[in-house]
Nanobody, 123 residues
Framework: QVQLVESGGGLVQAGGSLRLSCAASGRTFSSSALGWFRQAPGKELNLVAGFRWNSNNAYYAESVKGRFTISRDNAKNMVYLQMNSLIPEDTAVYYC????????????????WGQGTQVTVSS
């Protein structure tokens, strides 16, 4: 079992920055992955950034490349999403999610989810 708790969401003006944090606990598999998803109003749930536990390579959705950075602090069991140059289209509920086994990048491939944190970007 993996427990995930997100924090750091809030209201920010366009062009601003936020850093989301995900506190992870429980057992993980080295071949599985952790990622940040978001769901904007009326839109689908999409993976915006992620990585496999045993890899230094990160995935980013095209819409956030160059603006968002995913990182981790293994000693603290923390994962972060640094979001810069925010735009109103980034407004969404952001979720930290983890896989129970090696899988793909769809939401259905992730078994464990945090409660979500709201990010609102004003124009």
């Amino acid at each position: 079992q993996v427990q995930l708790v997100e924090s750091g969401g809030g209201l920010v003006q366009a062009g601003g920055s936020l850093r989301l944090s995900c506190a992870a606990s429980g057992r993980t598999f080295s071949s599985s992955a952790l990622g940040w998803f978001r769901q904007a109003p009326g839109k689908e749930l999409n993976l915006v950034a992620g990585f496999r536990w045993n890899s230094n390579n990160a995935y980013y959705a095209e819409s956030v490349k160059g603006r968002f950075t995913i990182s981790r602090d293994n000693a603290k069991n923390m994962v972060y999403l640094q979001m810069n140059s925010l735009i109103p289209e980034d407004t969404a509920v952001y979720y930290c999610a983890a896989q129970a086994a090696p899988a793909g990048i769809r939401a259905a491939d992730f078994a464990y989810w945090g409660q979500g944190t709201q990010v609102t970007v004003s124009s």
